[in-house]
């Protein structure tokens, strides 16, 4: 395969040598039983932050076959394991978004009896803080604070 003789600036079309057969260092341990091009397609995707284009996608499948040839299945299945990577990468992506929403939604929930505590009796705060370590033992209380104080603080554009 060979690329287009049009001098294109790429962004990040330079292939990361790590997951290449035979490199110190290679990605096949990481995930150990997959097929070649499913591990290329997760490679690219990863790298290419999602950003794939056919640049990036001929650089790696020529760096990848400079060390190791795939065969004529392989070629043919790697638009269907780009699709299965990027799918996959977009579900994180979301399963990422949604437990960070949860963890703002928990801590405005927690500021705001907070700050309603502290208007009505601020000596209630303390019992409060206890509740709040009791029910919510792996976030600690200042980041909780924190994020609400950023996040109230954050002006609109």
Known sequence: MSTSSRATPRRSAEPSTAFLPGAAGTRQ???????????LAKELVSSAEL??????ILAFIEAYQSVHTLTIGELWAVPQMLRIALIESIRDLAASALTELREHEIADFWVNRLITANR?????????????????PARAP???????IISTTKTPR
């Open 142 to 148: 200042i980041s909780l604070l924190n994020w609400s």
């Open 120 to 136: 009505r009796d601020p000596n209630q705060l303390f019992s409060i803080l206890a509740e709040l370590a009791a029910t919510q």
């Open 29 to 39: 341990r990481a995930l150990p039983g997959l097929a070649a091009d499913l591990r």
């Open 51 to 56: 950003r794939v284009d056919r640049e990036n």
